[in-house]
Nanobody
Framework: QVQLVESGGGLVQAGGSLRLSCAAS????????MGWFRQAPGKERDFVAS????????NYVDSVKGRFTISRDNAKNTVYLQMNSLKPEDTAVYYC????????????WGQGTQVTVSS
C-alpha cells in the first residue's frame, strides 16, 4: 500500500501563488508516477499535472501550462505543485495520486486539500 498526504492548500487572491506538497509513504517503489488532480464543486475530477519518479518527465493540462510547475524530491518521497498566477477558476479540491508501475489507472489517492482563489 501507498499512503499520500497533501498539504499547502488555502485561500489566496487572484494572481497569487501557492505550493502544494504530497508526501508519499509505504511501498512507493511500486509506483512510477505521481500526479495532481482537482475537483471543483459540481464537476468531475480532472487531471492537472504528473511527473515520473525516474527522469522527472512531466505533463500538464493546457489550462495550467506556464503557471503551474510539478516537481519531486525522490529522497523525501515528496511531490510538489507550485501554482503561480492563480485564477478563480483554479478553485477546487486538489488531490495527489500515485500510479502503480505497469498500471494505467491511478491507484492511490490522498485526502485532498482545498484551494480557493478569490477575485
Amino acid at each position: 500500500q501507498v499512503q499520500l498526504v497533501e498539504s499547502g492548500g488555502g485561500l489566496v487572491q487572484a494572481g497569487g501563488s501557492l505550493r502544494l506538497s504530497c508526501a508519499a509513504s509505504g511501498r512507493t517503489e511500486r509506483t512510477s508516477s505521481m500526479g495532481w488532480f482537482r475537483q471543483a464543486p459540481g464537476k468531475e475530477r480532472d487531471f492537472v499535472a504528473s511527473i515520473t519518479w525516474s527522469g522527472g518527465s512531466t505533463n500538464y493540462v493546457d489550462s495550467v501550462k506556464g503557471r503551474f510547475t510539478i516537481s519531486r524530491d525522490n529522497a523525501k518521497n515528496t511531490v510538489y505543485l507550485q501554482m503561480n498566477s492563480l485564477k478563480p477558476e483554479d478553485t477546487a479540491v486538489y488531490y495527489c495520486a500515485a500510479l502503480r508501475t505497469s498500471y494505467t489507472t491511478w491507484g492511490y489517492w490522498g485526502q485532498g486539500t482545498q484551494v480557493t482563489v478569490s477575485s
